[in-house]
């Protein structure tokens, strides 16, 4: 069982400042935490049925939150997944059915138990469903009792109304600020949870959660939010959003994942090791500092990607990844090639060229081979190629008295064939 150490005394909000993990914060909030033991709170829609990057920011959150030694809880949507969010959308979601919604809530659920502790006493994680209070809410309850307490002046003052009111908003919409709001109520009635976390599109949500513990019970509550990852081309990592990087290796494969991390840019890097790493910030200076020196060798990018990959995935599944990156853009070899399973294989070299033949092609030569492939215009290009050492099959280097056959392929179906440098091609044996 793995242990966690946790120092009651570390100060949460200066943890997550020097991480520039901080875009707003409800005065009075690092008090509450340097103070005593706090319950916060981070809510999850389960519209899809995995997590993302943009969801790993509030992971690690409550990973700090809990290394602080308070109490994370994790509110998933049952209700308002329903319902769905319009902040940062210009359009409104498609709604799910219930089924649905409750297959996503069971894989968020394991997903998010990877990442917290659940069995460690008074800061342990707990997870909670906001279905189970909406379930038997009428509607006409629901206006009398929270509605009253919050004006249509005041939810139409919020940035997420103000920018739709052009292209139009459902009153379903409309009332998503009033259904969180009442969420952190509860929490805050039932679980003492005095604080909710969030990205800072939530900020909106987040105070009319504490407008209304103000007017229902003339009491306090509190707030940080977080500012949004950005992707290099300024667009926001979301669900619905192109480009995404999912926390499930089925949506975004573990050779995908890591290289996501190995290609950001020095910049982004410099802001990613800050969020996703444990690391101190010393160590992180130092890492950025011998980075800075020989910034050719990308050893943050590395470090960074290590990191998170294991972080998400596993060390097995990080040392698998690094395998099929020198694959492509390393030394590797034929043993190697056949080492890796057929998933990872066909992610490396997804939109790679590829021709399927029978047994009766492999009776070719090798140069006729090649060229009825469309690896080469002419036996002539073939030919002065391979003679220049120029073309490789899985990994190494042939000659023109090479002969092609069925022991060649790997997994006895693929023939990985290269030449030059970054044209790839792939050959499948039917």
């Given amino acids: 069982m793995m242990l966690y150490l946790y120092q009651v ?74 319902v769905g969010d319009p902040s940062g959308k210009s359009k409104e979601r498609n709604l799910l059915n219930e089924a649905t919604l409750e297959r996503n809530l069971i894989s968020i659920r394991k997903q998010l138990e990877k990442f917290l502790n659940f069995d460690c006493g008074s800061n342990s994680a707990e997870i909670v469903n906001n279905f189970d209070w909406f379930k038997n809410y009428s509607f006409l309850e629901f206006i009398r009792d929270v509605g009253k307490h919050i004006s249509i002046n005041y939810m139409m003052s919020k940035d997420s109304v103000k920018s739709r009111l052009e292209t139009g908003m459902s009153f379903t919409e409309f009332s998503y600020q009033l259904v969180q709001g009442y969420d952190f109520y509860r929490l805050w009635k039932d679980k003492n949870c005095l604080v909710q976390l969030g990205g800072s599109d939530q900020w909106g949500n987040i105070v009319t959660g504490i407008e209304l513990i103000r007017r229902k019970e003339s009491s306090e509550a509190f707030a940080v939010t977080s500012p949004l990852l950005k992707k290099s081309d300024g667009g926001k990592f979301g669900k619905t959003e192109e480009g995404n990087v999912w926390l499930d290796k089925n949506k975004t494969t573990v050779y995908k994942f890591y290289q996501f991390w190995i290609n950001c840019s020095d910049d982004d890097a410099k802001n990613y090791i800050k969020i996703f790493s444990t690391k101190t910030q010393e160590e992180i200076n130092k890492i950025i500092d011998e980075h800075d020196k020989n910034p050719h060798l990308r050893e943050l990018q590395k470090k960074l ?46 939109g790679v060229q590829t021709s399927h033949i029978i047994n009766d092609d492999l009776n070719k030569n090798l140069l006729d081979f090649l060229v009825s492939q469309n690896i080469f215009k002419s036996n002539g290009e073939a030919k002065r190629m391979i003679q220049s050492n120029a073309v490789s099959i899985n990994k190494e280097k042939i000659s023109l008295s090479h002969t092609i056959s069925s022991k060649d392929f790997i997994k006895e179906k693929y023939l990985l064939v290269q030449k030059g440098k970054k044209n790839y091609y792939i050959i499948v044996l039917n």
Wanted: charged letters at 20%; glycine letters at 8%; a negative charge.
């Fill in 9 to 82: 005394n570390m100060d949460f909000i200066k943890e997550l400042k020097w991480r520039g993990m901080i875009q707003d914060i409800v005065p009075g909030t690092q008090e509450q935490f340097q103070k005593e033991i706090t319950s916060a709170y981070i809510g999850f829609d389960p519209t899809s049925d995995s997590l993302h990057i943009g969801s790993l920011v509030q992971i690690m959150i409550l990973k700090h939150l809990q290394d602080c030694g308070h109490k994370p809880i994790i509110l998933v949507g049952g209700a308002t997944g329903m």
């Fill in 305 to 350: 990607a290590k990191e998170v990959t294991t972080f998400v995935h596993s060390k097995e599944e990080l040392d698998e990844a690094i395998k099929a990156s020198n694959i492509l853009f390393g030394k590797s070899t034929a043993k190697d090639l056949q080492q890796l399973n057929e998933t990872t294989f066909l992610n490396i070299f997804e």
